[in-house]
Protein backbone atom coordinates (compact mmCIF):
# COMPACT_ATOMS: atom_id res chain seq x y z
CA UNK A 1 0.00 0.00 0.00
CA UNK A 2 2.66 2.14 0.92
CA UNK A 3 4.72 1.98 -2.51
CA UNK A 4 1.30 2.29 -4.41
CA UNK A 5 0.39 5.47 -2.95
CA UNK A 6 4.08 7.12 -3.48
CA UNK A 7 4.00 5.60 -6.85
CA UNK A 8 0.32 7.06 -7.69
CA UNK A 9 1.98 10.48 -6.18
CA UNK A 10 5.07 10.11 -8.57
CA UNK A 11 3.01 9.72 -11.48
CA UNK A 12 0.72 12.47 -10.31
CA UNK A 13 3.24 14.78 -10.18
CA UNK A 14 5.18 13.67 -13.21
CA UNK A 15 1.58 14.51 -14.87
CA UNK A 16 1.16 17.59 -13.05
CA UNK A 17 5.11 18.92 -14.32
CA UNK A 18 4.74 17.99 -17.92
CA UNK A 19 1.10 20.03 -18.30
CA UNK A 20 1.88 23.37 -19.25
CA UNK A 21 1.83 25.93 -16.10
CA UNK A 22 3.48 29.83 -15.48
CA UNK A 23 6.67 27.63 -13.93
CA UNK A 24 7.52 25.03 -17.03
CA UNK A 25 6.45 27.73 -19.68
CA UNK A 26 8.69 30.44 -17.83
CA UNK A 27 11.27 27.69 -18.18
CA UNK A 28 10.82 26.86 -21.74
CA UNK A 29 10.85 30.52 -22.97
CA UNK A 30 14.68 31.26 -20.92
CA UNK A 31 15.87 28.05 -22.80
CA UNK A 32 14.81 29.29 -26.07
CA UNK A 33 15.22 32.68 -25.50
CA UNK A 34 18.87 32.67 -23.84
CA UNK A 35 20.03 29.01 -23.83
CA UNK A 36 19.71 26.08 -21.96
CA UNK A 37 21.51 26.87 -18.74
CA UNK A 38 19.71 30.03 -18.23
CA UNK A 39 16.44 27.60 -18.40
CA UNK A 40 18.60 25.28 -15.45
CA UNK A 41 18.97 28.26 -13.42
CA UNK A 42 15.35 28.93 -13.31
CA UNK A 43 14.39 25.28 -12.72
CA UNK A 44 17.35 25.24 -9.36
CA UNK A 45 15.30 28.42 -7.95
CA UNK A 46 11.96 27.11 -8.99
CA UNK A 47 12.72 23.89 -6.85
CA UNK A 48 14.37 25.05 -4.15
CA UNK A 49 11.76 27.32 -2.89
CA UNK A 50 9.31 23.87 -2.76
CA UNK A 51 11.77 23.46 0.17
CA UNK A 52 9.99 26.45 1.84
CA UNK A 53 6.79 25.20 1.01
CA UNK A 54 7.22 21.70 2.21
CA UNK A 55 8.40 22.90 5.37
CA UNK A 56 5.57 25.02 5.80
CA UNK A 57 2.97 21.93 5.16
CA UNK A 58 4.60 19.80 7.47
CA UNK A 59 4.85 21.67 10.04
CA UNK A 60 1.33 23.36 10.15
CA UNK A 61 -0.76 20.31 9.05
CA UNK A 62 1.27 17.92 11.12
CA UNK A 63 -0.22 19.92 14.08
CA UNK A 64 -3.62 19.57 12.60
CA UNK A 65 -3.55 16.25 12.16
CA UNK A 66 -2.30 16.24 16.11
CA UNK A 67 -5.03 18.03 17.30
CA UNK A 68 -8.02 17.11 14.94
CA UNK A 69 -8.64 14.21 12.76
CA UNK A 70 -11.82 15.61 11.74
CA UNK A 71 -10.41 19.28 10.75
CA UNK A 72 -7.94 17.34 8.55
CA UNK A 73 -10.60 15.25 7.15
CA UNK A 74 -12.29 19.04 6.15
CA UNK A 75 -8.55 20.06 4.61
CA UNK A 76 -8.53 16.62 2.27
CA UNK A 77 -11.90 17.56 1.14
CA UNK A 78 -11.23 21.00 0.58
CA UNK A 79 -8.32 20.49 -1.40
CA UNK A 80 -10.58 17.81 -3.54
CA UNK A 81 -12.66 20.98 -4.21
CA UNK A 82 -9.75 23.49 -4.96
CA UNK A 83 -8.18 20.26 -7.44
CA UNK A 84 -11.72 20.31 -9.04
CA UNK A 85 -11.83 23.87 -8.91
CA UNK A 86 -8.48 24.44 -11.27
CA UNK A 87 -9.69 21.08 -13.22
CA UNK A 88 -12.81 23.36 -14.45
CA UNK A 89 -10.19 26.71 -14.82
CA UNK A 90 -8.39 24.61 -16.99
CA UNK A 91 -11.24 23.55 -18.89
CA UNK A 92 -12.30 27.18 -19.67
CA UNK A 93 -8.76 28.45 -20.42
CA UNK A 94 -7.48 29.01 -23.55
CA UNK A 95 -5.35 25.21 -25.51
CA UNK A 96 -3.14 27.46 -27.25
CA UNK A 97 0.57 27.73 -25.21
CA UNK A 98 2.37 31.00 -25.62
CA UNK A 99 5.92 31.30 -26.24
CA UNK A 100 6.02 34.86 -25.40
CA UNK A 101 9.74 36.04 -25.50
CA UNK A 102 9.42 39.23 -24.11
CA UNK A 103 8.94 37.77 -20.40
CA UNK A 104 12.24 36.29 -21.00
CA UNK A 105 14.41 39.50 -20.44
CA UNK A 106 18.04 38.46 -20.18
CA UNK A 107 19.86 38.07 -16.65
CA UNK A 108 22.77 36.41 -15.04
CA UNK A 109 22.48 32.84 -14.02
CA UNK A 110 22.13 33.84 -10.62
CA UNK A 111 19.46 36.48 -10.87
CA UNK A 112 17.35 34.00 -12.36
CA UNK A 113 18.34 31.42 -9.65
CA UNK A 114 17.39 33.96 -7.34
CA UNK A 115 13.85 35.10 -9.32
CA UNK A 116 12.71 30.99 -9.44
CA UNK A 117 12.97 30.59 -5.78
CA UNK A 118 10.94 33.75 -4.93
CA UNK A 119 8.45 33.47 -7.89
CA UNK A 120 8.22 29.56 -6.22
CA UNK A 121 8.53 31.00 -2.43
CA UNK A 122 5.71 34.28 -2.81
CA UNK A 123 2.89 32.84 -4.98
CA UNK A 124 0.05 31.75 -2.72
CA UNK A 125 -1.20 29.53 -5.38
CA UNK A 126 1.82 27.44 -4.41
CA UNK A 127 0.86 26.71 -1.50
CA UNK A 128 -2.58 26.28 -1.83
CA UNK A 129 -1.72 23.59 -4.04
CA UNK A 130 0.71 22.30 -2.04
CA UNK A 131 -2.39 22.01 0.97
CA UNK A 132 -4.88 20.61 -1.99
CA UNK A 133 -2.43 18.21 -2.93
CA UNK A 134 0.20 16.21 -0.26
CA UNK A 135 -1.97 15.77 3.01
CA UNK A 136 -4.33 12.96 0.10
CA UNK A 137 -0.95 10.79 -0.15
CA UNK A 138 0.08 10.51 3.54
CA UNK A 139 1.25 6.67 3.61
CA UNK A 140 1.96 5.92 7.02
CA UNK A 141 0.09 5.49 10.25
CA UNK A 142 3.26 4.50 12.17
CA UNK A 143 6.00 7.55 10.56
CA UNK A 144 5.66 10.93 11.87
CA UNK A 145 3.39 13.06 9.76
CA UNK A 146 6.35 15.68 9.41
CA UNK A 147 8.82 12.71 8.16
CA UNK A 148 5.86 11.80 5.58
CA UNK A 149 5.63 15.12 4.17
CA UNK A 150 9.24 15.48 3.60
CA UNK A 151 9.38 12.37 1.83
CA UNK A 152 6.04 13.78 -0.53
CA UNK A 153 8.23 16.88 -1.30
CA UNK A 154 11.18 15.50 -2.11
CA UNK A 155 9.68 13.06 -4.48
CA UNK A 156 7.51 16.06 -5.65
CA UNK A 157 11.11 17.90 -5.95
CA UNK A 158 13.20 14.90 -7.70
CA UNK A 159 10.23 14.40 -10.62
CA UNK A 160 9.89 18.05 -10.52
CA UNK A 161 13.36 18.67 -11.21
CA UNK A 162 13.73 15.86 -14.12
CA UNK A 163 10.61 16.77 -15.77
CA UNK A 164 11.65 20.53 -15.69
CA UNK A 165 14.81 19.88 -17.07
CA UNK A 166 14.43 17.99 -19.63
CA UNK A 167 11.62 20.78 -20.57
CA UNK A 168 14.85 23.31 -20.09
CA UNK A 169 17.42 20.94 -22.22
CA UNK A 170 14.68 20.07 -24.96
CA UNK A 171 13.19 23.56 -25.23
CA UNK A 172 13.63 23.94 -29.23
CA UNK A 173 12.38 20.48 -29.77
CA UNK A 174 9.65 21.49 -28.15
CA UNK A 175 8.49 23.98 -29.17
CA UNK A 176 9.27 23.17 -33.07
CA UNK A 177 7.00 20.07 -32.03
CA UNK A 178 4.27 22.36 -30.65
CA UNK A 179 4.00 24.74 -33.02
CA UNK A 180 3.83 21.75 -35.60
CA UNK A 181 1.47 19.89 -34.10
CA UNK A 182 -1.94 22.26 -33.07
CA UNK A 183 -3.50 19.63 -31.14
CA UNK A 184 -0.26 19.30 -28.58
CA UNK A 185 -1.97 22.35 -26.43
CA UNK A 186 -5.33 20.55 -26.42
CA UNK A 187 -3.84 17.25 -25.76
CA UNK A 188 -2.05 18.78 -22.69
CA UNK A 189 -5.27 20.62 -21.40
CA UNK A 190 -7.10 17.29 -21.18
CA UNK A 191 -3.96 16.15 -19.41
CA UNK A 192 -4.35 18.70 -16.81
CA UNK A 193 -7.75 18.24 -16.38
CA UNK A 194 -7.81 14.75 -16.11
CA UNK A 195 -5.14 14.82 -13.72
CA UNK A 196 -6.77 17.12 -11.11
CA UNK A 197 -10.12 15.22 -11.13
CA UNK A 198 -8.07 12.11 -10.98
CA UNK A 199 -6.16 13.26 -7.36
CA UNK A 200 -9.67 14.66 -6.15
CA UNK A 201 -10.92 11.05 -6.73
CA UNK A 202 -7.88 9.98 -5.11
CA UNK A 203 -7.73 12.23 -2.02
CA UNK A 204 -12.24 11.51 -1.15
CA UNK A 205 -11.77 7.94 -1.84
Given at each position: ?I?????S??????????????D?????????????S???????G??????????????????????????????????????????????????????D?????????????????????????????????????????????????????????????????????????????????????????????????????????
Open positions: MTETLIFALATCALAISPGPNIYVLVQSITNGKYGMATVCLITGCIVHTTLLAFGVSAIIKANDDLFFGIKVLGALYLLYLAYKVYKSDAQLDFSETAPKKSLKALFVQGFFMNVLNPKVTIFFLAFFPGFLFSKTLSSVLQFYILGGIFMLVSFIIFSAIALLAGQIKAYTLTHKNSGLFLKWLQIVVFIGISVFILV
